[in-house]
């Protein structure tokens, strides 16, 4: 086996490496940029090299800066992870040139699955079924768009050499073809250095099921069962389970042998996913096949017992597999999901910022947390927002959705805006417990997904704001000293204290959704009094470190909580709720709520502007495009209007928050 591995990776898929590596006495080596230098992955790794700045592009996919730190380390292999250079034909040459190994599939399997036209034409010789669609070389607009009429709509435009859901668009109708292919192309070429397009026929309700195929050097391939992976949001998933529900034993024979049938065609060695679409029928279509280890792959080892990573270094170093396709056995069931730093409010916006407050449940034979961050880490806009995969495990589906939700219950994560009470919400939902399941699930069910905007619960508000006032409690800082600091002293007392006036408090709150809320609070010799539309509500408070005890109107309730002078975060149960906050006793966090001054919603570069100043525009048109984390979005004008000025142009980096465009409202 191997003595020493270099990871070219980040983040939690790095961590994961390490751990397997560690458990088998391999030493491992980290690499990473700027942004990572107090990485969790750098902190566990054996060594690690610097590599370059923060964007991926001169760091993470700097091949001879990675190839260098190989040598240097005396590293026998390379370990991808996934994404980055995990499925690049040219550093897996590169490795084998330099005489390390590549802890893959054969240069020649990466190169036929790299262009997903190309994995087409190579599936249909080796007869697995496909969708129809066009994934040829000819990629003129105009020849695109005339195939893109006879394929017939809804249809999926994708970047050829992409994944991970990027480099997507579904095209509704002819009208759309043109805008959708120009932004596509951007995304491919940002993402992936090729702008090569197929097109293919957008079935309207498939469900998204893949299978774990495992092949050596010595002709042996088998299949670990299947995922679900139908949940997804922008085309990327949200929750995976294994096995893939309602799905009858001869269909998951059939798509295990064709997926061994894939690999088979292309000599494959190593770990590796075959894709397919499942629609209503039972009938089922190749999708894709990723020459990687998957973000989800920990819900296989869950229900089969294996380390799939430890199976890779296995492959990679010429043994055998473990395993015939007869031995693998199946026992209970998995489910993971994505906790994101986005949100999913703002049609999943991705958020940067500091994990000011970071709690996670306690792992266990049932719960299983697969992350690459610590306490006061940093999301930044450099890299994938992922914080997190929660993965769990029982007898049956129903018990392990009952984990899940108690594990999102016991995972609260303050600083930032995340997906977790999205998830809880998804994980509870009738829908999903009964597994009825699509890849249109989420906006199918955006009302048991989605608090309704104008909805603030007044007791979150009032616990909010009992929080603060007890957090000023402990932090007051008294005008002269205090014997033993005597709490009943005006002196220190944080209540506006005057004397022969009431001790009020004027707290601006406001919510996830946008909604600004001013609570005024009278605080009593040991209580505190709130009015809501006329209604008083009595209320006794104590904070303890993170833990909030509160009782309003004599309904108790415990909970933890995270404070900073700009926000509160409530953890109540499944219930999540983050309140910027405006303290009209001393400390303000002001907010710019203007739509004519438009901000840029997160940090990223600037890709196209298509106005000009003084230019007049129409409600909905694009002002700017903006890319960050790898996707496209576009900031649209709130109204018509005139563009008075604009900040800042294509190419330029932009900070969250900074002002973009400058627009004047048309009067009328």
């Not at 603060?468 to 506006?496: C, M, R, Y």
């Not at 709720?577 to 710019?592: A, C, I, L, Q, T």
Request: charged letters at 25%; one cysteine or more; proline letters at 4%.
């Amino acid at each position: 086996m191997f003595d020493k591995i270099l990871i070219a990776n980040r983040g939690e898929i790095a961590c994961r490496i390490i751990k397997t590596c560690h458990e088998l006495g391999i030493r491992c080596v980290a690499l990473y940029s700027d942004a990572d230098k107090d990485a969790l992955h750098v902190k566990m790794a054996d060594e690690a090299f610097h590599i370059g700045p923060a964007p991926a592009k001169d760091s993470y996919l700097k091949m001879d800066n990675i190839l260098a730190a190989a040598k240097e380390s005396g590293a026998q292999a390379i370990h991808p992870g996934y994404g980055f250079m995990s499925e690049n034909v040219e550093f897996a040459q590169a490795c084998l040139d330099n005489d390390i190994t590549f802890i893959g599939p054969p240069v020649a399997a990466i190169d036929a699955m790299g262009s997903k036209s190309a994995a087409k034409e190579i599936m249909t010789n080796a007869g697995v079924p496909l969708v129809p669609g066009y994934h040829g070389e000819e990629q003129d607009p105009a020849f695109l768009k005339q195939q893109s009429a006879e394929i017939g709509y809804p249809q999926l435009l994708k970047a050829a050499y992409g994944g991970g859901g990027k480099g997507m668009r579904v095209v509704w109708s002819e009208d759309e073809f043109d805008a959708a292919l120009a932004s596509t192309k951007r995304e491919a070429i940002a993402g992936f250095g090729n702008d090569k397009m197929l097109i293919e026929r957008y079935l309207t309700k498939p469900r998204h099921v893949e299978i774990q195929v495992f092949a050596d050097s010595h002709g042996n391939c088998i299949y670990l069962s299947e995922r679900d992976c139908s949940i997804q949001r922008r085309h990327q998933k949200v929750i995976e389970e294994a096995p893939a529900p309602n799905l009858s034993q001869e269909t998951r024979v059939a798509m295990g042998e064709a997926a061994v049938a894939a690999a088979k065609a292309i000599n494959y060695q190593g770990a590796g996913t075959v894709e397919f679409l499942f629609d209503e029928d039972g009938s089922f279509y190749f999708m894709e096949m990723n020459t990687r280890l998957q973000v989800e792959h920990p819900v296989t080892e869950m229900i089969t017992g294996l380390d799939l990573v430890s199976w890779q270094l296995k492959a990679a170093y010429g043994e055998p597999l473990p395993l015939n396709q007869e031995q693998v056995t199946i026992d209970g069931h998995s489910i993971e999901v994505r906790i994101y730093a986005e949100d999913p409010d703002n049609e999943f916006l991705p958020a940067t910022g500091s994990l000011d407050y970071l709690r996670q449940p306690p792992a266990s034979n049932h719960v299983r947390v697969d992350t690459g961050v610590i306490q006061n880490d940093q999301v930044s806009s450099f890299y994938d927002p992922m914080i997190a995969k929660l993965i769990v495990w029982d007898d049956t589906r129903e018990r392990a959705i009952a984990r899940m939700s108690r594990a999102l219950e016991d995972y609260r994560i303050g600083g930032l805006k995340t997906n977790l009470g999205f998830l809880a919400n998804l994980v509870d939902a009738q829908p999903f417990k009964d597994a009825e399941l699509d890849t249109g699930f989420i906006e199918k069910h955006q009302d048991l997904l989605f608090t309704p905007k104008n909805e603030t619960c007044y007791r979150a508000l009032m616990l909010a704001s009992l929080a603060i006032l007890e957090q000023q409690k402990h932090q007051a800082s008294p005008a002269v000293h205090l014997q033993d600091n005597d709490p009943f002293s005006p002196w220190g007392a944080t209540n506006a204290w005057r004397l022969n006036e009431s001790a009020l408090h004027t707290i601006e709150l406001t919510d996830s959704h946008e909604n600004s809320h001013l609570i005024s609070v009278e605080q009593l010799n040991d209580s505190y009094r709130f009015t809501f539309d006329g209604q008083a509500f009595i209320a006794t408070a104590i904070l303890d470190n993170d833990h909030l005890v509160a009782t309003i109107n004599g309904h108790k309730t415990s909970l933890l909580t995270d404070i900073s002078t700009q926000q509160v975060s409530l953890f109540i149960k499944q219930e999540v709720h983050h309140f910027s906050r405006k303290y009209h006793d001393g400390n303000s966090f002001e907010v710019d709520e203007s739509d004519d001054k438009l901000t840029a919603p997160m940090n990223g570069t600037i890709v196209d502007v298509p106005v000009n100043a003084n230019q007049l525009v129409k409600a909905g048109d694009v002002l700017v495009i903006m890319e960050a984390m790898k996707m496209e979005y576009s900031i649209t004008a709130p109204h018509d209007g005139t563009v008075n000025e604009v900040y800042f142009h294509t190419g330029d980096m932009v900070k969250d928050g900074e002002l973009l465009i400058d627009l004047t409202a048309t009067e009328g």
